[in-house]
């Protein structure tokens, strides 16, 4: 099979002839591998009629083939970032204080308000992209698992998580119509759920401890929190608040169990309700995909970045892949949700420190806030178009290495923490490789003119 393309197709043929053509050729490199024949295309042609994406890595508006995303909707982007933060995993998110740290509710919501440019050398930040959301995917599929367990005691974590993982393979596959139609419409029955859970709670919640009574440094916590930004602070101060009030709280305490059951506390919280209740614990739980398939097709489009021949394999392949890997992985870790919340909220924020330093340094000092200077459309893919990439690989592992004498984990303390500045490893971080790569970018482009 062969892929004509000639001046006067591009121009008279729509987008959907268009996807299809271009799957075909997705489809002649799996089906020559795997022996298969026309019906492999053909699944694939008919997927596409049905509105399943099949662009890749490449982006639409520099493809002779694809046809361009001109979605004037703005506000779908709100309601993507909005559905994938407001649910009961970033409400997950702001339990890690009380029950993992100790700290009150005071202390806790304090935390969480205060919170809240190479081409080969890109492969590190996108090899280590795949890992942090593919840990993040495990944390939301374990809290989406667990609120539905809470349903029936028929129903156990393990199948909760397979359910939730299976719902946003089905999502992420699908692709980016399908993507954003599903968060134009999934925050409702979240706002609805955190409101019935704030009237139902809010006597407990006034008399939940407000003070804290860990020895931990506040610095400790504020690692964590820091890396968790981007959340909807709505959904991460209830989770706080809630967690908080627990333990003068029977029922929910018995809901937390072991201190690991997210799901369990939010159907406690509910209980009162009775059936209805029941049934935004339904809606609750089978809305985590919001935040689980934008995280899966991260993890599919940063894993075609790493190197040409990742961005040949066709991005539904790798989300069957990341859910093959997710499920185990969350299975083993549903037992442990705090200490693995944490260790991979640790393993995040120590490498995306220095990354945000380099992106904020490039694009505010050398590019001048000007997105017209990057180049997109004909460099993306150019080597000999883009800059070195020498000055960002040395700041970023120098920043590693100088990161490491402020951390303080279970697995590491490093001397300066030590001494008592709690884990400010990823302050130092950007800070460091901030400054750093203002003078390594200046000699990169004075000796190498990029």
Known sequence: MSLQVDA??????????????????????CSTSSGGGNWFREALARLATWGVEFNGSVPSSSSRILPKRTDPRIYQIFCVWFSANVNVITFGAGTVGPIFFGTGMRDSLFVVIIVDAIYYGAAIPSILNVISMQGFLTLNCIVGGQALAGISDNLTDTTGIVIISLISLVVTFCGYRVLHWFEAIVWIPNAIGFIVMVVVGYPELRNAPLSSSSTLAPSVFLTSGATLAAFVASAHLLGAAFASAAVTVPSWQAGLGNGNNVGGLVAAILQPTGGFGKFLLVLLSLTTPSACAPTMYTVCTSLMTIAPFFAKIPRYVIAIISTAVLIPVAIVCDTHFYATFVQILSFIGYWVAPYIGIIFVEHFMFRRNTWSRYEVENAWDQPHLLPKGYAALFTFVLSIGFIVVFIEQGWWVGPVAKAGSGDIGMI??????????????????RQFNA
């Open 428 to 445: 130092m971080g950007f800070l460091f490789s901030g400054v750093l790569f203002c003078g390594t970018r200046w000699v990169e482009r």
């Open 8 to 29: 006067k197709g591009l121009q008279d043929s729509d987008p959907e002839k268009e996807q299809i053509t271009t799957l075909e050729t997705s489809a002649e490199t």
